[in-house]
Antibody, heavy 118, light 110 residues
């Protein structure tokens, strides 16, 4: 079946980086975009960026420009999102989602909890 | 502050219909028919219920429908059921090549 499986929970110290993976199965990995979305505890959804697994290109939300990098490994159908220079404000659940070209995310990963604490 | 504006909460009784609005600008909601709606239950990943303003993914109940007028998109839920109690988010493409979300609307079924 079509699914996205994300890497496990992470605990990081302020200033560190975290790299979250999102492994696709059941469909052609390069045929759909991948959006990354995060949700801080008790807060709403926040769009981080959109990644094109076919070209390797990405669009990032302005607030994450220069601090977030989206990549992929097509040989294992996996997308990655790395966030650098972490602060406590980055403590959140991070999701990847397979999306249509018009943006609707029809398949979501289970989420990866990232905790930033000294 | 979210780019798209939603009411913080709405409520309705079982069987009733409710509408959730999502107000943007002429650079996002008003400019493109790329509005999606998501339902999220506590502790769960979001679920797509409407895309491209009015389209329903396979398996989503026809009690959910979407529309748009000018810079405001709307989600309509008819025949409210207890299981509809959740938080709903809108999402739209914007001319800056970004996809902002609304702040979310908590639906309470009375």
């Amino acid at each position: 079946q079509v699914q996205l499986v994300q890497s496990g929970a992470e605990v990081k110290k302020p200033g560190a980086s975290v790299k979250v993976s999102c492994k696709a199965s059941g469909y052609s990995f390069t045929a759909y975009y991948v959006h990354w979305v995060r949700q801080a505890p008790g807060q709403g959804l926040e769009w981080m960026g959109r990644f094109n697994p076919s070209s390797g290109g990405a669009n990032y939300a302005e607030k994450f420009q220069g601090r977030v990098t989206m990549t992929r490994d097509t040989s294992i159908s996996t997308a990655y999102m790395e966030v650098s220079n972490l602060t406590s404000d980055d403590t959140a659940m991070y999701y990847c989602a397979r999306t249509y070209s018009s943006g609707g995310g029809d398949v979501w990963g289970q989420g990866t909890k990232v905790t930033v604490s000294s | 502050q979210s780019a798209l504006t939603q009411p913080a909460s709405v409520s309705g009784s079982p069987g009733q219909s409710i509408t959730i609005s999502c107000t943007g600008t002429s650079s996002d909601v008003g400019a493109y028919n790329y509005v999606s709606w998501y339902q999220q239950h506590p502790g769960k990943a979001p679920k797509l219920i409407i895309y491209d303003v009015t389209m329903r993914p396979s398996g989503v109940s026809n009690r959910f429908s979407g529309s748009k007028s000018g810079n405001t998109a709307s989600l309509i839920i008819s025949g409210l059921q207890a299981e509809d109690e959740a938080t709903y988010y809108c999402n739209s493409y914007a001319s800056t090549s970004t996809w902002p979300f609304g702040g979310g609307t908590k639906l309470t079924v009375l």
